[in-house]
């Protein structure tokens, strides 16, 4: 199984600041065959199911704001909040669809400082 | 607008049988790839089964493999999951997710409510 982590754990970041989330897959998500990283990053609010933001590694979900983005490629990716909003109070999970079984990081909790 | 309902969850003894049902509509269900992903209370997500379109394409998690069955009835525009032989792990909120593709690896673009499934004497 690829087995996803993620850090930090918890983050706590000043509104309008950067927030940087990390996330590692235990062996290669990229399929050469077609250049595609298959790693999704979701946003779960408390009492909400998740919500789509990346998928492809890097590719925006429709709706989602472009202080949204995705990164990296192979084992190694990064969600970037460039400017947290109070809305954005949130767990983060990654996500490899590359093989199965289709599994999750554990989530970065993200707070305002 | 995409809206997926599940139904079916409640409490359930172990070793009993459970189905779960989920509702599609806004889309056109029998062009896309849908999953169960599931989530124990106050834990992470958990990714249980898929099924392609056409279920052409079919897998299971390990941990429920032999127990549950994935399927889709297109012209009921419906997902459902049959859970056999319960378990106490087996307890968590259960969502049923649209993917962004037709097919089985695939992300989850749209997510249910999610039906509570409690596995409990």
């Known amino acids: 199984d690829i087995v996803m982590t993620q850090s930090p754990d918890s983050l706590a970041v000043s509104l309008g600041e950067r927030a940087t989330l990390n996330c590692k897959s235990s062996q290669s998500v990229l399929n050469s065959s077609n250049n595609k990283n298959y790693l999704a990053w979701y946003q779960q609010k408390p009492g909400q199911p998740p919500k789509l933001l990346i998928y492809w590694a890097s590719t925006r979900e429709f709706g989602v704001p472009d202080r949204f983005s995705g990164s990296g490629s192979g084992t190694d990716f990064t969600l970037t909040i460039s400017s947290l909003q109070a809305e954005d109070v949130a767990v983060y999970y990654c996500?490899?669809?590359?093989?199965?079984?289709?599994?999750f990081g554990p989530g970065t909790k993200v707070d305002i400082k | 607008e995409v809206q997926l309902v599940e139904s079916g969850g409640g409490l359930v003894q172990p070793g009993r049988s459970l189905r779960l049902s989920c509702a599609a509509s806004?889309?056109?269900?029998?062009?896309?790839?849908m999953h169960w992903v599931r989530q124990a209370p106050g834990k992470g997500l958990e990714w249980v089964s898929s099924?392609?379109?056409?279920?052409?394409?079919?897998v299971y998690a390990d941990s429920v493999k032999g127990r549950f069955t994935i399927s889709r009835d297109d012209a009921k525009n419906s997902l459902y999951l049959q859970m056999n032989s319960l378990r106490a792990e087996d307890t968590a909120l259960y969502y049923c997710?649209?993917?962004?593709?037709?097919?089985?690896?695939?992300?989850?673009?749209?997510w249910g409510q999610g039906t509570l499934v409690t596995v409990s004497s």
């Open positions: 806004g889309f056109s269900f029998d062009d896309y790839a």
């Open positions: 997710a649209k993917a962004g593709c037709s097919f089985t690896f695939c992300y989850v673009n749209k």
């Open positions: 996500q490899q669809y590359y093989t199965t079984p289709f599994t």
């Open positions: 099924i392609s379109r056409n279920s052409g394409s079919i």
